[in-house]
T-cell receptor, first 114, second 113 residues
């Protein structure tokens, strides 16, 4: 069964600190993995995308890693800001359909305190 | 920022009413999707469309229906709303084949009393 699991479920950090979010998946055949940021009451917005051959991708203060062998990914946020408070969702796509089916994790709810 | 719009953003309605959630995109994307999301839970695909006059049911069973008469428009209708339909509904679109990025609208928060 294709699944995406994220940890921790929620996280509180102080402004300026770093944090790392985890994602494990069982989606097969694997196409790519994206991290989305979803602000409260908004739709998800893509932060990074990684294919099978990529093991790290950065977008500003966000750095994602991928280990396709162990089917794990992480999202590292550096020097957190108040605006980083959001849900971070790991999304894995399979390459077995023309639709490009997405499998979503439940997200990690990050709260950054001043 | 993606050009995909949803209206209304918030809707509180009584049981038994018929409602239509609107979704429009100006990117010319052929594929469009509707997801349902409850607080703290993952997004579930309830409907999708490959293009005009194409609609399919997703993974999560839903009493809603959709139509795709125009490329840019993908409305979702509930004939008789119930409290169990209370949820957030997200519309998305993508282009091309395979696992291209899906762009999401801001969502509609539906509450059925």
């Amino acid at each position: 069964k294709n699944q995406v699991e994220q940890s921790p479920q929620s996280l509180i950090i102080l402004e300026g600190k770093n944090c790392t979010l985890q994602c494990n998946y069982t989606v097969s055949p694997f196409s790519n993995l994206r991290w989305y940021k979803q602000d409260t009451g908004r739709g998800p917005v893509s932060l990074t995308i990684m294919t099978f051959s990529e093991n790290t991708k950065s977008n500003g203060r966000y750095t994602a890693t991928l280990d396709a062998d162990t089917k794990q990914s992480s999202l590292h946020i550096t020097a957190s800001q108040l605006s980083d408070s959001a849900s971070y969702i790991c999304v894995v796509s399979d390459r077995g359909s023309t639709l490009g089916r997405l499998y979503f994790g439940r997200g990690t709810q990050l709260t950054v305190w001043p | 920022e993606a050009d995909i719009y949803q209206t209304p953003r918030y809707l509180v309605i009584g049981t038994g009413k018929k409602i239509t959630l609107e979704c429009s995109q100006t990117m010319g994307h052929d594929k469009m999707y509707w997801y349902q999301q409850d607080p703290g839970m993952e997004l579930h695909l309830i409907h999708y469309s490959y293009g005009v006059n194409s609609t399919e049911k997703g993974d999560l069973s839903s009493e809603s229906t959709v139509s795709r008469i125009r490329t840019e428009h993908f409305p979702l209708t509930l004939e008789s709303a119930r409290p169990s339909h209370t949820s957030q509904y997200l519309c998305a679109s993508s282009s091309g084949t395979g696992s291209r990025e899906q762009y999401f609208g801001p969502g509609t928060r539906l509450t059925v009393t």
